[in-house]
């Protein structure tokens, strides 16, 4: 069982940058696979990245690569995403989640996970 806070969202012009963090309750936090999925109106929910238990691999969506980079503290029960050159289409509410059944970071389907933050609205203008 745990319970994620995402933070960090916020209004942001294209180019420019964002780092959300994503704060877990509970003792087991390093025993979770973690991963960042964003929803734009209208559109299905979309996987961002993901990073292993230990926090010593990741894994992207290829149109997030070189822009996106997610990091894992255990020591802090914190998950974060920096964002790089962002883009209008980056605008979306971005969700953290959280599971510890997933048997590798490269699972993209949000249906694997069980855990979910309340989301953060992140708007990129143009």
């Known amino acids: 069982q745990v319970q994620l806070v995402e933070s960090g969202g916020g209004l942001v012009q294209a180019g420019g940058s964002l780092r959300l963090s994503c704060a877990a309750s509970?003792?087991?936090?390093?025993?979770?696979?973690m991963a960042w999925f964003r929803e734009a109106p209208g559109k299905e929910r979309e996987f961002v990245a993901s990073?292993?238990?230990?926090?010593?691999?990741?894994y992207y969506a290829d149109s997030m690569k070189g822009r996106f980079t997610i990091s894992k503290d255990n020591a802090k029960n914190t998950v974060y995403l920096q964002m790089n050159s962002l883009k209008p289409e980056d605008t979306a509410v971005y969700y953290c989640?959280?599971?510890?059944?997933?048997?590798?970071?490269?699972?993209?389907?949000?249906?694997?996970?069980?855990?979910w933050g309340q989301g953060t609205q992140v708007t990129v203008s143009s």
């Open positions: 989640a959280a599971d510890d059944k997933i048997a590798t970071i490269r699972t993209t389907d949000a249906k694997k996970y069980d855990y």
């Open positions: 509970g003792r087991t936090f390093s025993t979770y696979v």
């Open positions: 990073v292993s238990r230990s926090g010593s691999a990741t």
